[in-house]
Protein backbone atom coordinates (compact mmCIF):
# COMPACT_ATOMS: atom_id res chain seq x y z
CA UNK A 1 0.00 0.00 0.00
CA UNK A 2 0.84 3.72 -0.30
CA UNK A 3 1.54 6.16 1.84
CA UNK A 4 -2.03 8.22 0.69
CA UNK A 5 -3.90 4.96 1.09
CA UNK A 6 -2.04 4.18 4.71
CA UNK A 7 -3.10 8.06 5.88
CA UNK A 8 -6.98 7.54 4.21
CA UNK A 9 -7.52 4.91 6.46
CA UNK A 10 -6.66 6.82 9.38
CA UNK A 11 -8.60 10.25 7.79
CA UNK A 12 -11.81 8.20 6.64
CA UNK A 13 -11.71 7.31 10.02
CA UNK A 14 -11.82 10.66 11.31
CA UNK A 15 -14.45 11.79 8.64
CA UNK A 16 -16.97 9.90 10.43
CA UNK A 17 -16.73 12.33 12.87
CA UNK A 18 -18.49 15.35 10.71
CA UNK A 19 -21.39 12.86 10.90
CA UNK A 20 -21.67 12.93 14.69
CA UNK A 21 -25.51 14.10 16.20
CA UNK A 22 -26.20 14.01 19.80
CA UNK A 23 -28.30 11.79 21.59
CA UNK A 24 -28.99 12.94 24.55
CA UNK A 25 -30.40 10.13 25.87
CA UNK A 26 -32.93 9.27 23.36
CA UNK A 27 -30.43 6.54 21.39
CA UNK A 28 -30.30 6.07 17.75
CA UNK A 29 -28.59 7.64 15.04
CA UNK A 30 -28.87 11.43 17.42
CA UNK A 31 -31.03 14.05 17.17
CA UNK A 32 -30.85 17.31 14.61
CA UNK A 33 -30.69 21.07 16.10
CA UNK A 34 -34.48 21.21 15.37
CA UNK A 35 -35.01 17.51 17.37
CA UNK A 36 -33.05 19.04 20.10
CA UNK A 37 -35.05 21.80 20.51
CA UNK A 38 -38.48 20.23 20.46
CA UNK A 39 -36.78 18.12 23.08
CA UNK A 40 -35.63 20.67 25.46
CA UNK A 41 -38.12 23.13 24.82
CA UNK A 42 -41.16 21.00 25.59
CA UNK A 43 -39.38 20.56 29.03
CA UNK A 44 -39.96 23.34 31.50
CA UNK A 45 -36.44 23.37 33.65
CA UNK A 46 -34.19 23.14 30.25
CA UNK A 47 -36.35 25.84 28.91
CA UNK A 48 -36.21 28.13 31.72
CA UNK A 49 -32.56 27.69 32.28
CA UNK A 50 -31.91 28.31 28.33
CA UNK A 51 -30.92 25.17 27.60
CA UNK A 52 -32.95 24.47 24.84
CA UNK A 53 -30.68 26.81 22.43
CA UNK A 54 -28.81 26.30 19.14
CA UNK A 55 -25.56 26.96 21.44
CA UNK A 56 -26.15 24.80 23.99
CA UNK A 57 -26.87 22.34 21.05
CA UNK A 58 -23.38 23.32 19.55
CA UNK A 59 -21.61 22.77 22.62
CA UNK A 60 -22.93 18.78 22.78
CA UNK A 61 -22.08 18.34 19.43
CA UNK A 62 -18.66 19.30 19.70
CA UNK A 63 -17.88 17.84 23.25
CA UNK A 64 -19.52 14.40 21.74
CA UNK A 65 -17.28 15.03 18.40
CA UNK A 66 -14.06 15.35 20.47
CA UNK A 67 -14.98 12.35 21.94
CA UNK A 68 -15.69 10.76 18.75
CA UNK A 69 -12.36 12.09 17.55
CA UNK A 70 -10.40 10.42 19.93
CA UNK A 71 -12.44 7.03 19.26
CA UNK A 72 -12.18 7.45 15.47
CA UNK A 73 -8.27 7.66 15.61
CA UNK A 74 -7.80 5.34 18.19
CA UNK A 75 -9.87 2.64 15.76
CA UNK A 76 -8.05 4.07 12.59
CA UNK A 77 -4.82 3.46 13.78
CA UNK A 78 -5.23 0.01 14.66
CA UNK A 79 -7.01 -0.88 11.39
CA UNK A 80 -3.51 1.11 9.80
CA UNK A 81 -1.32 -1.40 12.38
CA UNK A 82 -2.86 -4.39 10.88
CA UNK A 83 -2.45 -2.92 7.24
CA UNK A 84 1.30 -2.37 7.97
CA UNK A 85 1.26 -5.89 9.54
CA UNK A 86 -0.42 -7.60 6.48
CA UNK A 87 1.37 -5.77 3.91
CA UNK A 88 5.10 -6.53 5.45
CA UNK A 89 4.67 -9.91 6.36
CA UNK A 90 2.64 -11.20 3.55
CA UNK A 91 -0.42 -11.86 5.59
CA UNK A 92 -4.12 -11.59 4.89
CA UNK A 93 -6.81 -9.84 7.00
CA UNK A 94 -8.10 -13.40 8.83
CA UNK A 95 -4.54 -14.19 9.45
CA UNK A 96 -3.86 -11.01 11.31
CA UNK A 97 -7.39 -11.49 13.21
CA UNK A 98 -7.47 -12.37 16.68
CA UNK A 99 -10.27 -12.24 19.28
CA UNK A 100 -11.58 -14.44 21.98
CA UNK A 101 -15.05 -14.68 24.15
CA UNK A 102 -15.36 -14.48 27.21
CA UNK A 103 -18.40 -14.95 29.98
CA UNK A 104 -19.21 -12.27 31.88
CA UNK A 105 -20.46 -12.65 36.08
CA UNK A 106 -24.32 -12.43 34.50
CA UNK A 107 -23.71 -15.01 32.16
CA UNK A 108 -23.64 -12.85 29.13
CA UNK A 109 -20.79 -12.89 26.57
CA UNK A 110 -18.30 -10.50 25.34
CA UNK A 111 -16.06 -10.93 22.86
CA UNK A 112 -12.65 -9.01 23.37
CA UNK A 113 -9.92 -7.99 20.08
CA UNK A 114 -6.36 -7.22 20.30
CA UNK A 115 -4.59 -4.38 17.60
CA UNK A 116 -3.60 -7.72 15.68
CA UNK A 117 -1.79 -11.48 15.85
CA UNK A 118 0.93 -13.02 14.19
CA UNK A 119 1.92 -16.78 13.95
CA UNK A 120 5.27 -17.09 12.32
CA UNK A 121 3.50 -20.29 10.80
CA UNK A 122 1.61 -17.69 8.47
CA UNK A 123 4.82 -15.19 7.59
CA UNK A 124 5.79 -16.87 4.77
CA UNK A 125 8.57 -14.77 3.50
CA UNK A 126 11.56 -16.78 5.45
CA UNK A 127 13.58 -13.83 6.36
CA UNK A 128 10.80 -11.87 7.66
CA UNK A 129 9.63 -15.01 9.81
CA UNK A 130 13.55 -14.86 11.15
CA UNK A 131 13.66 -11.55 11.86
CA UNK A 132 10.26 -11.75 13.69
CA UNK A 133 10.68 -14.75 15.88
CA UNK A 134 14.48 -13.22 16.95
CA UNK A 135 12.88 -10.32 17.58
CA UNK A 136 10.35 -12.76 19.95
CA UNK A 137 12.83 -14.59 21.42
CA UNK A 138 14.59 -11.32 22.31
CA UNK A 139 11.57 -9.59 23.91
CA UNK A 140 11.12 -12.36 26.49
CA UNK A 141 14.65 -12.90 27.48
CA UNK A 142 13.89 -9.20 28.13
CA UNK A 143 11.00 -9.77 30.55
CA UNK A 144 12.46 -12.92 31.56
CA UNK A 145 10.19 -15.53 30.27
Given at each position: MSDETYL???I??????????PRFGQGGSGLSLAEFQTLYSSDIFYSWFGLDTPMI??????AGGITSVYRQIGIGCEELFRHVLMD?????????KWS??????????????????????????????????????????????
Open positions: SIIDRIRVCKRYKYAAHRAQLGLSAEQVYTVQRRDGSKRTLSLDARIALDDIVVVDRRNYINEWLQQAAMTIGV
